[in-house]
């Protein structure tokens, strides 16, 4: 494979071109696009009540000042249309949701704003905040690698990183800052506007100390499509939970930053990346290593997006990898993760504990609109999507007086528990302020099953607790089945304009059940504060402090094979084993390290074997027998 850039990063044009093309929106559709948000916002968002209270802002009333004020306005005297995308994505922006999006109109759509390096945070030894110029994109020999960057455009980089941060809100302070610095060299045009300058001047010191200034010009190019089309009703798309704006800055770094990947994946097949990788048929989606770390050798699975349409083979691919890999420890790094399928998200979780796995409740917010939604899909008439669960509730609000419906989960639970647990070893997981809403929902999951320590390089997760539907798909939930609502209040957008919303709020389970994730997110049990080795040297610090925890943990073992009524056991750090028939108990057996057999009382189609050490349950197995 080459390491040329993609076709689409050597077409880009200068941001000054682009945006010669734009502009074309009427006054009639800019008055449509508002009133479509006033629906969304006013009767799908769930989470505007917590919004109105915990940020003290009113994005309804904003956009009922907007709507007047279009109102005043002719086709002659309009504002020029990036005050209108300013005005509105602003709105939009204020509730600190970032499943709740403007999605920009052509040309905007589709395309990325991007400068030819990716700065990332790090900390020195005296604890001082550095910022380097991590990756840049082949052919640019403008910075390099290791480069300190001072500061942006004249101003304090540590600063420039907060005041952007605060235009592209996230639902904490951690988040912001993370926002803020990706905004900074990458922005995603159908949901971020486009930068006000046309180059940016850069001052920064180069690894031997010598300080130096640089004009960036920004470039603009057609991003990598998404997985999954969202507008139109399957199942991926109802049980959709991501952050366009991190799966869109996802595929454009794959593009900017690893061509190598874009390749893999068309080829298709199993491939690996380095040497050290185990081939993957998703090389997208996981990168599985054995890690060597001053605590001994343990595997690294990256999980970077849940934005799959197959769950199923989804989880099959993260058993087989996780199986490959030693089975001491393994380091679960969902950093910059924004999400995707929450199925998948929560499938994994299963694979990691002996315990049951309770998916997240989802909850609507009582209105007319989704109430009608509801009633139109109770009894499930497409097969894609069964809203039968929240729908009493929905329709007895009236009286009760209940501000959300009952919760309900999206994730099946019979799938979040169908495969039980594969992996026996110590686990921990690896977080950043970028995990958001389906990888905020399994962080939310790994701790409230209590799966292992968690490991932040930031003190908080992105905090999105939200199932996310589009405007194109509200409206296609009242288009099918036949015959069309003729009601409906969701009429079609200019010029793929499109917005996304809240649709279900997620609450907690376990010890923090009925707690929201949305604005909270979930901390980590430890910290790990990222330096200059980790960016230049792959991680190499993180990844021996995430040794330290695994060391901490026992190792344990539980293999099991099944032939006709004779159980084949090897076990390691368990001192009882119980054996079940087709969920009926069939014999218990006090073990040690190594080999053991057990005898059924009768043959089954599924064995599970559950192991103990000192009176808890440690580690289960199923078998087909």
């Known amino acids: 494979m080459t390491t040329t850039a993609h076709p689409n990063v050597a077409n880009s044009v200068g941001l000054a071109e682009f945006l010669a093309t734009a502009g074309t929106l009427t006054l009639a559709q800019r008055k449509l696009i508002v009133d479509q948000a006033l629906i969304v916002l006013e009767q799908n968002y769930a989470h505007l009540p917590l919004k109105v209270a915990m940020h003290a802002v009113n994005p309804v009333q904003r956009l009922r000042v907007l709507r007047a004020r279009l109102e005043r306005q002719t086709d002659a005297t309009a504002e020029p249309e990036w005050q209108f995308h300013r005005e509105l994505s602003s709105t939009f922006h204020s509730v600190r949701d970032l499943h709740t999006n403007y999605l920009l109109p052509a040309p905007f759509a589709g395309k990325i704003a991007f400068l030819p390096f990716q700065l990332e945070r ?42 952007n941060g605060a235009i592209f809100a996230g639902s904490n302070t951690a988040a912001n800052l993370a926002r803020g610095l990706e905004s900074l060299t990458l922005r995603p045009l159908v949901i971020q506007l486009p930068p006000d300058e046309d180059w940016v001047v850069v001052s920064y010191r180069d690894e031997t100390g010598t300080a130096g200034e640089i004009r960036v010009d920004w470039q603009v190019t057609e991003n990598l499509p998404p997985m999954t089309d969202v507008d139109e009703l399957s199942p991926a798309a109802a049980a959709q939970g991501v952050d366009l704006d991190s799966d869109e800055k996802a595929r454009a770094k794959k593009l900017l930053h690893a061509p190598k990947v874009v390749q893999a994946e068309a080829s298709g097949g199993a491939v690996a990346m380095t040497v050290q990788d185990v081939p993957t048929t998703l090389p997208g989606v996981f990168r599985a290593r054995p890690v060597v770390t001053p605590s001994g050798t343990f595997g690294h699975l990256r999980i970077f997006t849940f934005s799959v349409d197959d769950p199923d083979a989804f989880l099959t691919e993260f058993v087989r990898l996780a199986a490959l890999l030693p089975q001491s420890g393994l380091i679960v790094d969902v950093r910059d993760n924004g999400g995707g399928h929450i199925f998948a998200a929560e499938f994994l979780l299963q694979t990691m504990t002996p315990r049951p796995v309770a998916p997240e409740p989802v909850q609507f917010l009582s209105t007319p609109l989704n109430l009608r939604i509801c009633r139109r899909h109770a009894e499930d008439p497409t097969g894609q999507i069964n809203l039968g669960p929240w729908f009493p509730s929905l329709d007895s609000s009236t009286e009760t007086g209940q501000a959300f419906s009952c919760s309900h989960t999206i994730t099946p639970v019979g799938g979040a528990n169908a495969v039980g647990q594969t992996y026996h070893g110590p686990v921990v997981l690896i977080t950043d302020a970028r995990c958001y809403s389906a990888t905020d929902i399994f962080a939310a999951g790994w701790a409230d099953h209590e799966l292992g320590p968690i490991l932040g390089v930031d003190d908080n997760t992105g905090a999105g607790g939200a199932n996310v539907w589009t405007h194109g798909l509200l409206s296609t939930l009242l288009r099918i089945p036949a015959p069309v609502d003729a009601e409906s209040p969701y009429k079609a957008l200019p010029n793929k304009a499109n917005m996304r919303v809240s649709i279900r709020r997620t609450l907690r389970v376990g010890k923090l059940a009925g707690t929201p994730v949305e604005d909270l997110g979930v901390r980590p049990s430890h910290q790990h504060k990222v330096t200059r080795a980790d960016l230049l040297q792959g991680n190499v610090d993180l990844l021996a402090r995430a040794g330290e925890l695994l060391e901490e943990q026992p190792v344990r073992r539980l293999g099991v094979a099944v032939e006709g009524t004779t159980v084949s056991l090897d076990t390691v750090n368990l001192d009882r084993v119980d054996v079940y028939v087709d969920g009926r108990p069939s014999t218990s057996l006090d073990v040690t390290d190594g080999a053991h057999t057990a005898t059924l009382t009768a043959a089954g189609r599924e064995v599970r074997v559950e192991g103990f050490a000192d009176g808890q349950l440690v580690a289960a197995r199923k078998v087909a027998s």
């Open 122 to 163: 790090c900390f020195g030894e005296d604890g001082t905040e550095q910022y380097l110029v991590a990756r840049t994109v082949a052919g640019f020999d403008g910075l390099a690698a290791g480069a300190e960057v001072t500061h942006w455009n004249g101003t304090p980089i540590a600063r420039a990183v907060a005041l």
